[in-house]
């Protein structure tokens, strides 16, 4: 019994310590709200009016294993964003794929992961959703057309 105990309580510190590395790496409301200039309540609004998505892929769904898509809040529109822009990940590469609005989060950006796989697309997405900039953060999907 006491061994049983043993190993449940390193289990759970382990991931306790899995949970508080992906939330120490994560920018925390007042540290996007001075980023781009805004107030806190700027963010909150904008939370209320398009609450995030935490979707995640099907397991059954195929993506590109090399690269992450996000959505921004429009606060975060104008920002130019680089790969240091996101230290939650280990991101080569950052692409704007779509033009943005100053009235919906519409803004399309792709992240290019140096380690690329299945595991490391959804490890990402998950620290992305965390983000108060990002409105979605979801998988680059493979679609084919026949």
Same mark, same amino acid.
């Given at each position: 019994?006491?061994?049983?105990?043993?190993?449940?309580?390193?289990?759970?510190?382990?991931?306790?310590?899995?949970?508080?590395?992906?939330?120490?790496?994560?920018?925390?409301?007042?540290?996007?709200?001075?980023?781009?200039?805004?107030?806190?309540?700027?963010?909150?609004?904008?939370?209320?009016?398009?609450?995030?998505?935490?979707?995640?892929?099907?397991?059954?769904? #195929?993506?590109?294993?090399?690269?992450?898509?996000?959505? !921004? %809040?429009?606060? /975060?529109?104008?920002?130019?964003? *680089? $790969? #240091?822009?996101?230290?939650?990940?280990?991101?080569?590469? !950052? %692409?704007?794929? /779509?033009?943005?609005?100053?009235? *919906? $989060?519409?803004?399309?950006?792709?992240?290019?992961?140096?380690?690329?796989?299945?595991? /490391?697309?959804?490890?990402?997405?998950?620290?992305?959703?965390?983000?108060?900039?990002?409105?979605?953060?979801?998988?680059?999907?493979?679609?084919?057309?026949?």
């Amino acid at each position: 019994m006491k061994r049983l105990f043993a190993i449940l309580l390193i289990l759970a510190l382990m991931l306790c310590a899995a949970g508080c590395q992906i939330s120490q790496s994560t920018y925390t409301k007042a540290e996007i709200a001075a980023k781009y200039g805004i107030e806190e309540s700027v963010i909150d609004e904008w939370h209320n009016k398009y609450p995030k998505s935490n979707d995640l892929p099907p397991e059954d769904s #195929e993506f590109a294993e090399d690269s992450v898509i996000i959505c !921004v %809040y429009p606060f /975060a529109n104008a920002y130019e964003f *680089t $790969p #240091e822009d996101f230290p939650e990940l280990q991101c080569s590469a !950052v %692409y704007s794929l /779509a033009s943005s609005s100053d009235t *919906t $989060p519409t803004r399309l950006i792709i992240l290019s992961l140096k380690d690329g796989s299945r595991q /490391a697309v959804i490890d990402a997405i998950k620290r992305l959703q965390l983000r108060a900039d990002v409105y979605s953060a979801g998988a680059n999907y493979v679609i084919s057309g026949d």
